[in-house]
């Protein structure tokens, strides 16, 4: 029967406030922190548990839907030291398969790099702060548009897809940018099925006829373009018949000077200016009758 050392420091218990079970207090059930809210604890160790706290990093995850947000604003809340080049250095080593969160802390909580430093450390680096909030503003976008369940790859093959669509083809209504989006869809569905070694036949044809009927295909392109440049010579044929009737080939003076704008120049503007260079009395027509009554009026009365 084995008995304790005399000597061996008794561990105490906690409750974790998350989950309000009674746990020693040691590396196996609570990280260590530095900060001072914790400094009333056992070895200065966390409130929360490992697990609550994993499990509370994986809710902060799906809420921002980004992991490296939700790691940020774990780390904000319990005051520990972020760093983003850890992140990225761990996230290689998983082959982003699998949360960082474990891995994380373990680092931050026993390397000698990260010794007394809290969040308020890494929070003085603003461009972290940039960095991580413009990814998630972007990322956030991303999954408005496309939705949930998509990881960081297939949003960014999704808008590279999708920007490849409108912009080879005319994708101005509503209708078609939506069919486009499921489109896009259905070709990553293709794309993971294939790299899968799995039969890809009916997602191939569903894809058809998501652009059959968005008028995408090679066949419908042609009919629709066939008919944009029969509207086209219809409108030319429209602009001849309103602007220069069949008529005007006919008989050219019946719509010569149509709106007298040459018949106005010559009586208002190159006849005044004639007369005042050159002393002509070229009277306009229009006023000829009284001034011919004038000239009677005044032979009379000299008279």
Known sequence: MTTKKANSPVVPKQVCTMCGELKPVN?????????????????????????????????????????????????????????????????EQT?????????FFQKINSLQQYKNKTFRDSDKNENIMNAINDLYENEKELVARWGKGFSREDLQYLEENYHEWVTHHDCEKLSIQKLVQMICIKELEIRKTREENKPTDKLEKSLIELMSSSNLTPKTMSAVNETDSSKIYGNWLKDIEQYKPAEYFQDK???????????????????????????????????????????????????
Do not use: H, W
């Open 27 to 91: 590396m196996s059930n609570f990280y260590k922190s530095y900060s001072v809210l914790f400094k009333g604890n056992y070895e200065n160790r966390m409130c929360c548990c490992k697990e609550c706290l994993m499990k509370y990093a994986e809710q902060m995850t799906e809420i921002y839907g980004n992991e490296q947000k939700g790691l940020y604003e774990v780390c904000r809340l319990v005051d520990s030291y972020y760093d983003i080049e850890l992140y990225n250095k761990l996230k």
């Open 253 to 303: 003076k019946l719509y010569f000077d149509y709106d007298r704008i040459l018949e106005y120049f010559n009586r208002f503007i190159l006849r005044p200016m004639k007369n005042l260079l050159s002393g002509s009395r070229d009277f306009d027509r229009e006023f000829m009758i009284e001034y011919e009554d004038d000239v009677l009026e005044e032979t009379i009365n000299e008279d």
């Open 95 to 103: 082959n982003n398969e699998s949360p960082v969160f474990a891995l």
